[in-house]
Each structure stands twice: as C-alpha cells, then as structure tokens.
C-alpha cells in the first residue's frame, strides 16, 4: 500500500487546512486509515481515525471538534479538515492505513504510512 498525503501549508491561527491522503495497492475500502501527527522534539500522537465503510470514527480529545475526518472510498481518498487551528496544531502529519485496525487510536495498529505534510501555523 502505498499513501501520499498533501494539503500541509502555512495558516495563521484561527484558519483552515484541508489534508488529503491517497492511497493505492490495495481495496481502499478494506483499510482502516488513520492521522498521527508529530512536532519537533516531541512523540507522535494520534489525531483521528476512520474504519473502512467510514461509518466510525475516532477524534483525539485535542481537536475534537475542530477537526473532521472522512473518506471517498470512490476516489481512495482519506481527508482531515482542520479548522480554528492554533500554535499547537502545527506539526508533520502523517496518514496511515490498517489492513486490521484493533485499537484506532494506536499509531503500532498500522501497518502502512505516507510521508507526512507539514503543517505550521502562525500566531
């Protein structure tokens, strides 16, 4: 499986970013797919997640609220629109996919992972 995330940039806070995560090399529907991000100096945390059919999904206490998670399963396409995003959202993101996804919330539940799209944001 092979995933290519894009949509990162540079937003002041207070804006709006739309990630989008492409996947390719396998049944997009049979794939649970998931956001982690990671800021310099600190671990990799989870963001959300989302199940095949799309109709779970799973926000990080962080950004629930602010972020939405979907998925075109038409276009093997996952995205994450994050909007009122602060000093703290800024970070790599990181899309991943599942071929069984026990624990949604856990970055060790994925067996595949895209490159990661910057995001920064400006006070």
């Known amino acids: 499986v092979q995933l290519q995330a894009s949509g990162g940039g540079l937003v002041q806070a207070g804006g709006s970013l739309r990630l989008s995560c492409t996947a390719s090399?396998?049944?997009?529907?049979?794939?649970?797919m998931g956001w982690f991000r990671q800021a310099p100096g600190k671990e990799r945390e989870f963001v959300a997640a989302?199940?095949?059919?799309?109709?779970?999904?799973y926000i990080a206490d962080s950004v629930k609220g602010r972020f939405t998670i979907s998925r075109d399963n038409a276009k093997n396409t996952m995205s994450l629109q994050m909007n009122s995003l602060t000093p703290d959202d800024a970070a790599v993101y990181y899309c991943?996919?599942?071929?069984?996804?026990?624990?949604?919330?856990?970055?060790?539940?994925?067996?595949?992972w895209g490159q990661g799209t910057q995001v920064t944001v400006s006070s």
């Open positions: 991943a996919a599942a071929l069984r996804v026990v624990e949604p919330r856990m970055a060790r539940s994925y067996d595949y």
């Open positions: 090399g396998r049944t997009f529907s049979s794939l649970g």
């Open positions: 989302i199940t095949g059919s799309g109709r779970s999904t």
